[in-house]
């Protein structure tokens, strides 16, 4: 098969990390692949933080979940996607990005999860700005990436009934 179309079909989430920081060749091309995504109008209204400082993950996490607790599994990469505040697509333009960094870190051989705890949260939106988040920009959704502790997990059984095809 397609070697595109395997790693399409092959992915998953993973919540299992190494302490081991990724390469900063790696964390580039899933930038490049976020910024390739396509996005309503071409208005590119985001812009991705990844946070690698073990102590600003640290700070992160207690402001989200408390001490001794991790939203994102303590993966040693963080990147949140923010969004221009009242981007009519700020859900669809999140989706598009999170998706193919997803797809860049499987091609990679590297293990990420969309972690859904600081959107919507506009409270926590106001203390994000010593993390990187411009002002202006509201995060939208956070990817947790890292090298893989133990195995991949095996390919996942779809729902039933979820295509339909009409032809003539
Ligand atoms: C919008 C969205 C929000 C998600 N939020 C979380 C989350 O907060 N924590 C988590 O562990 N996984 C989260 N996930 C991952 C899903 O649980 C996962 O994609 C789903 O169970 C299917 O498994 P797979 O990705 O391995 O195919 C999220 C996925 C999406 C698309």
């Not at 790693?7 to 998953?12: A, D, E, I, M, P």
């Not at 692949?33 to 590119?44: H, K, T």
């Not at 990469?77 to 009519?88: R, Y």
Request: some cysteine; aromatic content about 8%; proline content about 4%.
């Amino acid at each position: 098969m397609n070697n595109i179309l395997q790693s399409l079909l092959s992915r998953r989430s993973v919540r299992n990390f190494t302490d081991r920081q990724i390469q900063d060749e790696e964390l580039d091309l899933i930038l490049q692949a976020a910024i390739l995504a396509p996005n309503g109008r071409n208005q590119e209204p985001w812009h991705f933080t990844a946070l690698q400082d073990a102590k600003k993950l640290r700070k992160l996490d207690e402001l989200v979940v408390g001490k001794g607790a991790s939203f994102f599994y303590y993966a040693p990469t963080l990147i949140l996607v923010s969004i221009q505040e009242g981007n009519a697509y700020e859900k669809e333009d999140t989706a598009c990005a999170l998706t193919n960094m997803m797809q860049a870190a499987h091609a990679l051989g590297l293990g990420s999860v969309w972690c859904n705890r600081i959107n919507g949260n506009h409270e926590l939106d106001t203390k994000l700005g010593e993390f990187g988040i411009p002002q202006g920009y509201r995060v939208t959704g956070t990817l947790a990436v890292g090298y893989i502790k133990g195995e991949l997990p095996p390919g996942r059984i779809p729902k039933e009934g979820t295509i339909t095809i009409v032809r003539s």
